[in-house]
Structures are given as C-alpha cells and as structure tokens.
C-alpha cells in the first residue's frame, strides 16, 4: 500500500468529491482534545487536522505517523514544520510509542481487511494511557444506493493507485467491545456514510 502517487491530488479530489464534508468531519470532535496532552495521528495525510490543533490547543506534543513520505513533506510545509511535532515515517504497524492522552485515526481503517483491523485496535488500546481516549473518523455503511456506488468506486481507484487490498469495509463498532473500548460520543454526516467516533476506555 502505498500513497505516494496520489498525495498530490488526494485534497483536491476529495474537495471534488465530498465538498468540506472529509475536513468538517475530522476536526468535529477535535474540541475533545486538552490542551497540554500527548497526540498521535495515524494516517494524517497532508495535516489538516493536526492543523486545527495546532491553531486551537495550546502545549501538545504530537506524533504525527504517516506511511506516505509525500504526504508528510505537505504535512510538514502546511503546518511550518513546528517544533512540538514529530514527523514520523512510518507504517503503523511498526510504530511502538505509548502512553498518549489521544489517538487521532482519519479514514486509516477503510483501508485494511479484519485481521489487520484487530490488530491496529489492539496496538492502540496499547499506545493510550489508562485515561487516554481515541477520535476515529471513517466511513460506514449505509443503505443508499449512491453511497454504495461510491465506496465501491473509491475501493476500486485505491487499489488501482494504492494497491490498497481491502474491498469492502469491516463494522468497526463490532471489534470494540473484545478490547473494552465504548463510544462515548459520535458526529455523523452525509446520512451516516461518514463519522467521527469518540471512543473511552470501560
């Protein structure tokens, strides 16, 4: 997998595509976020997010992990490269920091089939302190017939661009319970095809 190619035309596509609905809906619970904590982001993209924090919350120290090296190089020119930020090169999977007050995934778990899914769940429950909470923010299934349309066209352009595996996506929500995680609150947009989760620890 590997987002190298499309990095230079992901904003405006999605622009194209979703409006303002992909950056409303990763920053609609980023008010959840303390100021002075400790953040990772995993599969940042190019930084609008980490952005949003950066303008609204004071003393972070943020973890910005990302597989695709383009995509890090406009993360960091779009943020001015701050020094409270550590760019990180990598893929998820071999990323082992820990004891974070919040985990940002955007639009990561789409990506991957059940097995990885479990996986990357069971490393953030890992990677949060025993207070720590997590912001996930991806698309769902739902039963309009526009919406299947168009996951099925996006999984089709990824794997042709990405060599993205995954074909169809897996209901997050189920996983969560067998790693004592509970949503605590949640944003939805586009009748549902889009969400913002904020997910505690039982």
């Known amino acids: 997998m590997q987002f190298d190619f499309v990095s230079a035309f992901y904003d405006p596509l999605a622009q194209v595509v979703f409006g303002n609905t992909l950056e409303e809906a990763k920053v609609s619970l980023l008010g959840e976020v303390n100021n002075c904590t400790k953040v990772l982001i995993i599969g940042g993209g190019t930084g609008s997010s980490l952005m949003y924090l950066l303008n609204h919350k004071n003393g972070l120290q943020v ?4 597989s695709s090296l383009k995509m890090i190089t406009k993360a960091n020119v779009n943020t001015k490269s701050p020094g409270n930020v550590n760019f990180i090169h990598s893929h998820f999977e071999n990323y082992m920091g820990s ?3 919040f985990i940002i995934t955007e639009f990561f778990f789409d990506l991957f089939e059940d097995q990885k899914i479990n996986s990357y769940i069971h490393q953030i429950k890992n990677g949060l302190n025993s207070n720590g909470k997590w912001i996930n923010t991806d698309f769902k299934n739902v039963s309009p017939i526009r919406y299947r349309f ?5 999984y089709l352009f990824f794997r042709l661009t990405s060599n993205v595996k995954a074909q169809f996506l897996i209901h997050l929500d189920a996983h969560l319970k067998n790693y004592n995680f509970k949503i605590q609150k949640e944003q939805i947009f586009n009748n549902g095809f889009i969400s913002s989760q904020l997910i505690s620890q039982f």
């Open 63 to 66: 973890d910005f992990v990302e």
């Open 99 to 101: 004891n974070y007050d």
């Open 150 to 154: 168009l996951l099925k066209a996006m």
